[in-house]
């Protein structure tokens, strides 16, 4: 983006003996625009245009490349390894790290005082997430796990085990839930969302292979039971070698245990309300039908 | 009414907002819905004296400013500094100094991004309306011009065949044809940023207090000027579409003097002219806009597309 600064200064004071900048003088870049051209008859000069006299080089009838003379060739005699077998339906997860979280409160753009979440990361405008690359949340990553210094209310999608010594070291609580791609579009751009006065969706129980990883209390993860996770913080900590530090604080406790319901996406908003934004009033489901789809 | 005295007040850093609400006030009883009066008696406007060449006006003693508070300073470069002009008078007098953000002034002159900037102007309203008949949309030709065999002359089957003269057109142009497409934001400020810098290190760039003249006069206009070496053609830029009566007046018989709000402000018309005048409300409102865009994570949403 635009620089300014030592370079800049002294291509400026080059344009100041040089002839008006104007609509005359201006090109773009060499090599901006690439030029395709018929090999047959432009390219190369000699009359032959590096092509040889005669047979396949010439006429351009070469046998398709890998195509070993009549050999049984490598795609097919090597058996195929899949590493990257259904990868357009696999779960993503975009990693930010804990030195990004802690920067975005520095930067005053994320309130401790609030319970930080999908929403918060995306609200920030300083994490992408998008449906349409597969992306089902954020991975918190340990990067800066040693400076980390806040007390948080924090809810990712995937944690590592140092991720969340890290958080509870400062006496934080921390959360792994599963958001479906029909709730991560909401979140990831709320504004748009709120716009269609679409009814907010209800969060699905996570898929067979990831609700191992959600139900257990070593992830943190939401389906845990409560007591589990509890004994879960103390083992960690001794594993880690720190104490839980004591809450005293009734606001900071409060936020703490704060926590959202399996089917909730926004805190303070049920599945099934709808935002009107230009009548600003929440609708509420009043048929019964509707109250037991959203109910959880 | 033009009255300088109540223009000019001793101003530096601190109390600089109060030049722009002075000079607020003083466009809206200047600028406001002319009065059919107002129209018929443009001499009237003047108070002090019928010749603008020899106007004296009333203020405190030189410099006026001589540094103006950056809204967001950058931490590691120095701010541009730039003289304050003034039009009120023919001859040059430097009214003082004002800080220019280095971000905005001082960009390193990217040529290449100017020219996308220019191109993508020239292009996107331009429409290509050249269109070519094909051999089906021409009238006639449906006759075979002469037997197949027999007659010692090549074989045709229609008078309209691309190959005949006063055939039709075979891959001709199929206008009307748009070229519309939308430069992405990114470079649209950054081609702003280019040619403000550009303009500013050639010495291209005027800031004047305001666009205050004291008569509504075309021949003052250019004699203004032609004194201070501005060029042949010069673009004024103030804050609003609503500008100084005497001025606008004035620089509406000119063709090659031209004057533009903010909102209008473009590369193309920037590099066209030979002079860019800003006066010091639009400078901040230029600096306010562009750094809002360019320290803003918020991405563009908005995508403009073009369906033939």
């Known amino acids: 983006m635009a620089q300014a600064g030592k370079f800049a200064d002294k291509a400026l004071q080059l344009l100041r003996s040089y002839p008006r900048v104007a609509l005359n003088n201006l090109k773009d870049m060499p090599g901006a625009y690439k030029k395709n051209f018929n090999k047959r008859r432009s390219a190369g000069k000699n009359k032959t245009h590096g092509r040889g006299h005669k047979g396949m080089g010439q006429r351009m009838t070469l046998p398709p490349l890998g195509y070993e003379g009549g050999q049984i060739p490598f795609h097919i005699r090597i058996p195929c390894e899949p590493y990257y077998k259904d990868h357009e339906f696999r779960r993503q997860y975009p990693p930010f790290s804990l030195l990004q979280v802690q920067r975005l409160i520095d930067m005053g753009l994320v309130d401790i005082n609030e319970p930080i979440d999908l929403l918060t990361f995306c609200n920030t405008a300083h994490y992408d997430c998008s449906i349409e690359d597969n992306h089902y949340g954020v991975n918190l990553t340990e990067e800066g796990a ?54 907010i969706p209800k969060c699905k129980l996570p898929p067979q292979d990831a609700f191992e990883y959600y139900s257990n209390a070593k992830n943190r993860g939401y389906l845990a039971d409560p007591e589990d996770i509890v004994q879960a913080r103390i083992e960690l900590a001794q594993k880690y070698g720190y104490e839980l530090p004591q809450i005293s604080d009734e606001s900071k406790k409060e936020l703490l245990l704060r926590k959202k319901d399996p089917r909730q996406i926004f805190y303070g908003l049920e599945p099934g309300w709808v935002i009107s934004m230009k009548d600003q009033c929440i609708l509420k489901p009043l048929a019964e039908e509707h109250k037991e789809y959203y109910a959880s | 009414m033009f009255c300088p005295k109540h223009i000019f007040c001793r101003v530096n850093s601190q109390n600089l907002k109060n030049l722009f609400t002075f000079n607020a006030a003083r466009k809206l009883t200047t600028t406001g819905i002319l009065k059919a009066e107002d129209k018929t008696d443009v001499a009237g406007e003047l108070e002090t004296t019928s010749d603008p060449h020899l106007y004296v006006p009333d203020r405190p003693p030189l410099p006026i400013i001589t540094s103006r508070q950056l809204e967001y300073p950058s931490e590691h470069l120095p701010s541009k500094q730039a003289w304050l ?26 040529l290449d991004i100017l020219h996308n900037n220019v191109d993508w102007q020239r292009k996107y309203r331009f429409i290509d309306y050249s269109f070519a008949r094909s051999r089906a949309e021409m009238p006639g030709g449906g006759k075979k011009p002469h037997p197949q065999k027999k007659t010692g002359r090549a074989r045709q089957g229609s008078i309209r065949s691309p190959i005949y003269f006063r055939g039709g057109k075979a891959l001709g142009p ?52 032609d004194v201070r070496f501005w060029g042949f053609s010069v673009l004024f830029v103030d804050d609003s579409d609503i500008m100084p009566r005497n001025f606008s007046l004035a620089v509406n018989q000119i063709p090659h003097f031209n004057a533009m709000p903010v909102y209008g402000l473009n590369v193309y018309s920037m590099l066209k002219h030979e002079t860019l005048v800003l006066t010091l409300a639009a400078v901040e409102k230029i600096e306010s806009k562009l750094l809002q865009i360019l320290y803003s994570a918020q991405k563009e949403d908005v995508k403009f597309e073009y369906n033939e």
């Open chain 1, 146 to 199: 040693d400076t980390f210094q806040a007390q948080i209310n924090i809810e990712v999608q995937h944690a590592s085990e140092q991720v969340i010594a890290a958080i509870e070291r400062n006496g934080g609580v921390i959360t792994t839930r599963y958001y479906d791609p029909e709730c991560v579009k909401a979140m990831s751009n709320v504004l748009k969302f709120l716009k269609t006065s679409t009814p």
């Open chain 2, 85 to 110: 002009d003034t039009m009120a008078t023919l001859e040059d007098e430097k009214l003082g100094i004002v800080d220019l953000h280095p971000k905005i002034f001082g960009t390193y002159p990217r």
């Open chain 2, 174 to 225: 199929r206008g009307p044809k748009s070229y519309f497409y939308m430069l992405p934001k990114v470079k649209r400020v950054h081609g702003l940023c280019c040619a403000l810098s550009a303009k500013y290190a050639q010495n291209k760039l005027i800031i004047v207090d305001s666009l205050e003249i004291p008569k509504a006069d075309q021949q003052f206009l250019e004699d203004l000027i």
